[in-house]
């Protein structure tokens, strides 16, 4: 069965990077976009981009040059890193799976907080 | 960017009522999709292109709406569907979310 799972540091200080990885199993990276969307208190959920089946990528011009997504296939993995990080990033991220215009399946979500 | 404006915010309904949820779009969209998010776990895929139910969606849920316009309705309300819905469009770029309506059990 499909399944995403986050895992992150959970504690990022201010103006560091954060890091986070998706690790999927039951379908492959190169069928479906994979992408990255965060619920914060401030904003809600909000689309963060997505990596295509064939590898490119997508930005929400809200995150400008400070967001990357990369993967590994052979490890079945998505990668989140994003710079510059401030209070107002603290929230839940998640990673998942694109299906058309929609959201088929969301991971668990992982908890970050942005603090020194 | 498409603002997507969910009413009400929040809402209570009894056991047995019809309930429905409002998303208005900012500009024109081709389907809405809905999600439901009970607390403390990750959004699930509910309702897609405008009137579809995911799977395991009981059939008591409908969707319907065009242009600027989508609802999600309801038909008897029931205990396990106090939760918090979210509309989002993926017509144009970015997709966006609503802020969701939290329906609560009277």
């Known amino acids: 069965q499909v399944q995403l799972k986050e895992t992150g540091p959970g504690l990022v200080q201010p103006t560091q990077t954060l890091s986070i990885t998706c690790t999927v199993s039951?379908?492959?990276?190169?069928?479906?976009?994979m992408q990255w969307v965060r619920q914060t208190p401030g904003k809600g959920l909000e689309w963060m981009g997505f990596?295509?089946?064939?590898?490119?990528?997508e930005y929400n011009s809200e995150f400008k040059s400070r967001l990357s997504i990369s993967r590994d296939t052979s490890k079945n993995q998505v990668f989140l890193k994003m710079n510059s990080l401030k209070t107002e990033d603290t929230g839940v991220y998640y990673c998942?799976?694109?299906?058309?215009?929609?959201?088929?399946?969301w991971g668990q979500g992982v908890m970050v907080t942005v603090s020194s | 960017e498409i603002v997507l404006t969910q009413s009400p915010t929040t809402m209570a309904a009894s056991p047995g009522e019809k309930v429905t949820l409002t998303c208005r779009a900012s500009?024109?969209?081709?389907?809405m999709h809905w999600y439901q998010q009970r607390s403390g776990t990750s959004p699930k895929l509910w309702i897609y292109?405008?009137?579809k139910l995911a799977s395991g969606v009981p059939n008591r849920f409908s969707g319907s709406g065009s242009g600027t316009s989508y609802s999600l309705t309801i038909n008897s309300m029931e205990t396990e569907d106090a939760a918090t819905y979210y509309c989002?469009?993926?017509?144009?770029?970015?997709?966006?979310f609503g802020a969701g309506t939290k329906l609560e059990l009277k």
């Open positions: 989002q469009q993926g017509s144009s770029y970015p997709p966006t």
């Open positions: 990596i295509r089946s064939g590898g490119s990528t």
């Open positions: 292109e405008t009137s």
């Open positions: 500009s024109s969209v081709s389907y």
């Open positions: 998942a799976r694109r299906h058309s215009s929609y959201i088929d399946y």
């Open positions: 039951g379908f492959s990276l190169t069928s479906y976009y």
